[in-house]
């Protein structure tokens, strides 16, 4: 998928999430989409030393995770 695809996921996601705010999947989705957008920003998060803080940007994404879990537990994680 290239990066404007990408981006358009993102932007779905967006709306949808805002169409229908009690769901969780838009929010897992966005959180999947961001990190899809750019590999070598997602292994820098997976090997990110959890006694650091994680940069702002990563911590923006990683946050849509965490409320998608919030709202849903159960939530569908691929």
Do not use: C, T
Request: aromatic share 14%; charged share 30%.
């Amino acid at each position: 998928m290239n990066d404007r695809h990408q981006v358009d996921a993102e932007r779905a996601f967006y709306w949808s999430s805002r169409l229908e705010p009690r769901r969780a999947e838009p929010l897992f989705a966005r959180w999947a989409a961001a990190w899809a957008r750019d590999a070598d920003r997602f292994g820098r998060y997976v090997e990110w030393d959890p006694k650091k803080p994680l940069p702002p940007e990563m911590l923006q994404i990683d946050s849509l995770r965490y409320r998608a879990l919030l709202r849903n537990p159960l939530v569908f994680q691929v």
